[in-house]
């Protein structure tokens, strides 16, 4: 019972946002959400310290349950208007949507969390930006090359969705300035 | 509402860890957010407050910094209700030492190291705001990357006076698109930012807005290609670089202070680094207290 809440605890929240802080800071870099996870799903757990009923929310391959999606307190919305979605990293994305802010608003663009990553596997992505001294190589796994895709037509910064992977208790972020090839 | 570790309630936390990392993913873009009433006056830095509060955790150990100094009445003011609102936390006055770093005024002298975290308390956050009166004029500025009348303002400066009369507070763009107000840091700050390895995080508490400039991203003050950008030379009658009256070092940010009847005093205005380089880290009021004024 107590490690299933892990997700939900206060204090945990406050280590996992600075983790995710130090990884959406510097693209590329995988973090440890350590034991806040409970042993559950690490996205969630992310989800967990950023929305409440003043943020909206898609579950858009439903991985969360009901209750997980009720105790987030996040308003339910489709995903081409929703500040958070969740999806399923191996799954086809085909022409989805998401909000890409406006250049009024560039802050209204999506926060995407791709579930089922196979952090450390996989193809080799060189990475360059803002947050990299240089550059740096990551290898993700398990993610369908559509989602590839559908950031190259997402991102236009300022515009843009910004994207966190996660697998086991890892994630990696990368904000929509990230340069992914050489 | 859960008013434990930080003071602020669950809402704020969570708008403002959303507001954060929206700054980052957008360097030097003004995220707006609801700045919560602080139990001190808005102007006095609750913009950085609200950030400290917001990401500190109870391993931290935080620096609070003031005009270079920790021991002034608005750092030692800030650090004490971060201190008592955060139990566990740990502070100091050792830039080498603290991960978190508040500050207003200055960016340390001692170089900053992954793992650290920087986070400023800004008075005004745009730096339209001395050409256009206008939020919503300033808004469609930055949205259309027009910055036109700023570098008229410049260009109306090097007429008048043959320079830049911007002392601090000196725009700068971040990341090749948003030009960002550093907060009222020197000139001589302004190039630490560029390229840093930590992350920047600023807070406007009266102006409801956040930014960033995060770890490793180029941060060019505007300036001519003809006239570049110059810092505060702090040259004497003679031509020759000013040392500080303390430590005697030739490479820092000097304060002038002015003697009766004699030449004015320089001497360093980050007194932790002063303070290390007179072999007594961690006791910057060193000489004061020990060998008089």
Excluded at chain 1, 110 to 117: D, G, R, Y
Excluded at chain 2, 61 to 87: M, T, W, Y
Excluded at chain 2, 96 to 122: C, F, K, N, W
Aim: charged share 20%.
């Amino acid at each position: 019972m107590i490690a299933l809440d892990h997700p939900w605890l206060a204090d945990g929240q406050r280590v996992v946002f600075r983790t995710v802080l130090e990884a959406w800071a510097r693209p590329g870099c995988v973090v440890n959400l350590g034991p806040w996870t409970g042993g559950g799903s690490p996205a969630l757990t992310v989800l967990a310290a950023l929305c409440d009923a003043g943020t909206t929310f898609c579950d858009l391959h439903h991985q969360l349950s009901k209750g997980e999606r009720g105790r987030l307190g996040a308003l339910a919305a489709p995903a081409e208007e929703a500040a958070f979605v969740l999806a399923d990293a191996s799954m086809d994305p085909g022409d989805l949507t998401l909000a890409r802010g406006t250049l009024l608003a560039p802050e209204k663009g999506a926060t995407l969390v791709l579930a089922n990553v196979a952090i450390g596997n996989g193809s080799e992505q060189i990475l360059s930006g803002p947050g990299i001294d240089g550059h740096v190589d990551l290898r993700l796994g398990g993610i369908h090359p559509q989602w590839w895709t559908a950031r190259e037509r997402w991102c236009e910064f300022p515009l843009g969705v910004d994207l966190v992977f996660c697998s086991g208790s890892r994630a990696v972020c990368l904000p929509r300035h990230t340069r992914i090839g050489a | 509402m859960n008013q434990g570790f930080g003071f602020l309630d669950d809402l704020a936390v969570r708008e403002i860890r959303r507001g954060l990392l929206k700054a980052l993913a957008i360097p030097g873009y003004q995220v707006p957010y609801a700045s919560r009433e602080m139990p001190v006056a808005r102007g006095f830095g609750t913009g950085g407050l609200q950030i400290s509060l917001a990401i500190a955790l109870p391993r931290d150990r935080l620096k609070v910094i003031d005009q270079g100094a920790d021991d002034s009445v608005n750092a030692v003011a800030l650090r004490r209700f971060i201190e008592a609102s955060c139990p566990g936390l740990e502070t100091t006055t050792r830039t080498v030492e603290a991960t978190l770093i508040q500050t207003r005024h200055r960016i340390p002298e001692q170089p900053l190291s992954p793992g650290q975290v920087m986070v400023y308390q800004v008075p005004y956050p745009d730096p339209l705001q001395i050409v256009e009166p206008s939020e919503s004029r300033r808004r469609r500025c930055h949205a259309h990357g027009d910055y036109a009348r700023l570098w008229v303002r410049l260009y109306e400066d090097m007429v008048r006076f043959n320079e830049v009369a911007i002392s601090n507070r000196y725009p700068a763009r971040v990341a090749g698109r948003y030009v960002i107000d550093p907060s009222p840091i020197p000139r001589f700050d302004v190039l630490k930012l560029h390229q840093s390895p930590v992350a920047h995080l600023f807070g406007a508490g009266r102006e409801k807005k956040l930014y960033a400039v995060p770890p490793y991203t180029d941060v060019e003050p505007l300036a001519f290609s003809d006239v570049p950008f110059a810092v505060e030379p702090f040259r004497d009658a003679t031509g020759a670089r000013r040392t500080c009256a303390r430590c005697g070092a030739a490479d820092t940010y000097l304060d002038e202070l002015p003697q009766v009847g004699a030449a004015s005093r320089w001497q360093c205005n980050d007194l932790d680094r002063c303070a290390e380089r007179l072999g007594y880290p961690g006791d910057s009021d060193h000489d004061e207290h020990h060998a008089g004024p």
